[in-house]
């Protein structure tokens, strides 16, 4: 059974952006009869809200985008690297961006805890950019120096937990999928199939983000967007004609790499 999720972030509004990637992630299992879940990702405990991931599924429904099934939310569930390799690490984020860490070879006994990922690039077919090599660049940092569980342990278990076979999303996360599909391999789980939708970005060449309010669903909304509306902006940016949701038919091969900028000011007028 192809079943893909719905997997967002409750610490800021759901934007065009998001909308892609949700409507994509959707259209790939609902063309082929396919299951489609929704998963809050709400490990990032000092800011993610309740009321916005309540909000967060009225405009999904709002959108047209329904799901068979919500999956325990991510604050709720348990994450072990057992079975993984794994080193601790006292850098901060900047060493480690830096390159400057040197704790995977140190013995040490306490920090964060980072997956030992092994070296060399990666081979993956993106179903809609084609064959990808890509090296998995630094170990992720899977539980943080206070024990909380990091997005890509996460992201990783509960794909294979729910039974996740197509993941779909913005292409923003093409870069860490490298070292995902290592953890999939590393945990012998099925690796699921990727499919990364264009980013979106500002006029000032940023990714949509809160600095972009106009672009949020709410404010769309306020400005007298139907969904359909949405829809006709949104699905040539899949590479398919102007239109509904319902009547869409997602064919990865013709999704464009993107990204594209969104002009706030140009689009809340439907
Ligand atoms: N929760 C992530 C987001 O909102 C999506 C992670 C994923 O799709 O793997 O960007």
Redesign the pocket.
Known sequence: MITSRL???PSGQLHLGNALAFGAAWLSARNVGGRVLLRI?DLDRGRARHEIAQRQREELQWLGLDWDAETPAQSTRQYSTEGVPTYRCTCNRKTRLAGACACRDAGLTAGAVRFRCPPGEVCFGDRARGPQVLAPGDDPVLVSADGDPAYPLA?VLDDARDGVTE?V??AD?LDATPAQIRLHEALSLPVPTYLHVPLLLGPDGRKLSKSHGSTELGALRAAGWSPDDVWTTLLPLLGLPAGGLRDARLEPSRVPCGPFVIDANAVVQP
Request: aromatic residues 0%; glycine residues 12%; hydrophobic residues 45%.
């Open positions: 997997a967002p972030t990702e992201v993941v999303r913005g996360l």
